[in-house]
C-alpha cells in the first residue's frame, strides 16, 4: 500500500539526534569565531602604548632607517606593551616596506592599527626652528642641524 492512512497509527518518527549534532557543531563554530574575533580585537583595537603620566612622547625616526630601527627606537622607549601583536600587526600592514622618518607624536591611547597608520601616513610634528643673531651660513647650518 503507497498510502499513508491514519488507522495505521502514526508514521515513524525520526530521532533528534541528527539536530542535536548539527546544533552543537554550530554551537562550537559560534564559540571559536567570538574567540578568534576577541583576540583580533585585542592584537588589532585595543591600546597597546605606553607613556609616562599618560601624556604624549615624541619619537624621532631618522633619515634613512629600516623597520628594525623603528621597532628599537619604540621598544627602547617602553612604549609599546604587547611586543608580538605589534609584530604581527605591522608584518600584516606591509609597515617594514614603507617606513617614512620625521617626528611623531605617539598618545597612550593609540591601538597597534592607530600607530602602524601614523608611522606609515608620515603625519608628522611640525619642527619648530628659532634663528637669533646669524650671521653665516655655517652658523645657520649649526643652528638648524642642532634643533632638528
Known amino acids: 500500500m503507497a498510502y499513508y492512512h491514519s488507522s495505521y497509527g502514526s508514521p515513524k518518527k525520526k530521532n533528534g539526534k541528527g539536530k542535536k549534532i548539527f546544533f552543537f557543531f554550530l ?3 559560534v564559540l571559536l569565531a567570538a574567540g ?13 602604548v605606553w607613556t609616562p603620566d599618560q601624556e604624549a612622547v615624541a619619537i624621532t625616526i ?3 632607517s629600516d623597520y628594525e630601527n623603528v621597532k628599537n627606537i619604540l621598544y627602547s622607549q617602553g612604549l609599546i606593551i604587547h611586543r ?3 609584530e604581527w600587526l605591522a608584518e600584516k600592514k606591509k609597515y ?3 617606513v617614512k622618518p620625521g617626528k611623531y607624536l605617539i598618545d ?4 597597534n592599527n592607530d600607530l602602524i ?4 601616513s608620515g603625519e608628522q610634528v611640525p619642527v619648530q626652528l628659532i634663528f637669533n643673531n646669524i ?3 655655517y652658523q645657520l647650518a649649526e643652528t638648524v642641524s642642532s634643533q632638528i
Open 108 to 111: 597612550s591611547t593609540m591601538s
Open 84 to 86: 608580538q601583536n605589534f
Open 135 to 137: 650671521r653665516g651660513i
Open 62 to 64: 631618522p633619515t634613512g
Open 27 to 29: 554551537l562550537i563554530l
Open 117 to 120: 597608520n601614523l608611522l606609515r
Open 96 to 98: 617594514p616596506n614603507a
Open 36 to 48: 578568534a574575533g576577541y583576540l583580533l580585537y585585542n592584537i588589532i583595537l585595543k591600546p597597546n
